[in-house]
């Protein structure tokens, strides 16, 4: 049994060495991809690039998102110009949201357009608007990332399959157990490393544009909405006073009370000193 735990931990270790190295791999395999990159295009027929640099630029990971503000004449006009856009790019509404304010009413929308659609999208808004107050596109260069998790997770996964030929071999139950406790923990690292790289494609896939447009509304008719709102309040102001009145009228029957006696009793003494 001794010499079979041996041979058990000596195939463990002979594992461990080699997930090292394929991770040592993946690294170095990297480091490579990203040196390509910095290279500039080799000198050839036409100065045009070699077909590998070509692969490895359209192969970057790109996360882009954006936002644009705008003033329009008609928000309702608007939103159907902008819906029948996202329906020919393949878009969607992830949020939306409407708001109504003394001089203005605004509309807030959050979309997910394909990637390679995303300048098209925030072209057909912009010739929407009537008056752009922003613009702006933040793109993040994730391929270090997406590289690094790529190569984590086939590096655990022949780890865990390894892990599940040891498995087969093992006799005594202690063996079992800790073996099976490594995989447990191995597949919840993975599973861990494949959410992340799920958002990624995600993200990576799909732009976010924030839009958010608005209308003015006349001064005439935001001045009436006020005005209409102070008697409102003016109103509701006042009724929560006489309520306010209502629960301490025992003690106002009391001042009352004490007031009448009080000026009596001078009123009285006053005519005893006349006399």
């Not at 070509?54 to 998102?65: G, Y």
């Not at 109103?235 to 029957?253: A, D, E, K, Q, S």
Request: proline share 1%; with cysteine; hydrophobic share 40%.
């Amino acid at each position: 049994m001794k010499t079979n735990f041996k041979i058990l931990a000596s195939i463990v270790v002979i594992a461990i060495v080699l997930s090292s190295c394929s991770s040592e791999h993946s690294n170095k395999a990297y480091e490579n991809y990203a040196a390509q990159n910095d290279f500039s295009a080799p000198e050839g027929k036409g100065g045009e690039a070699e077909p590998e640099q070509q692969n490895i630029i359209t192969e970057r990971k790109l996360i882009k998102e954006g936002s644009i503000t705008f003033e329009t004449e008609n928000v309702q006009k608007s939103k159907e110009l902008i819906f029948k856009s996202l329906k020919e790019l393949n878009a969607y509404v992830a949020n939306e949201n409407t708001y109504t304010y003394s001089d203005k009413q605004e509309y807030r929308i959050v979309i997910r357009v394909p990637a390679g659609q995303f300048d098209a999208l925030l072209s057909n808004i912009s010739n929407i608007a009537s008056k752009i107050d922003s613009k702006n596109v933040d793109v993040l260069d994730v391929t270090e990332e997406y590289i690094d998790i790529e190569a984590r997770i086939k590096t655990k996964k022949e780890l865990e399959n390894r892990y599940k030929e040891i498995l087969k071999q093992a006799n005594k139950v202690e063996e079992i157990l800790s073996i099976e406790k490594e995989i447990g923990q191995l597949r919840t690292e993975i599973e861990a490393v494949e959410g992340r790289m799920r958002y990624l494609k995600d993200k990576i896939g799909y732009s976010t544009l924030t839009v958010t447009f608005y209308q003015k509304v006349n001064t005439a008719f935001g001045f009436s909405l006020k005005l209409t709102q102070g008697i409102k309040n003016g109103w509701t102001n006042l009724l929560w006073f006489m309520v306010g009145l209502i629960n301490i009228w025992p003690f106002l029957l009391l001042i009352i009370l004490m007031v009448y006696f009080t000026r009596r009793y001078i009123k009285n003494k006053r005519q005893k000193n006349r006399l």
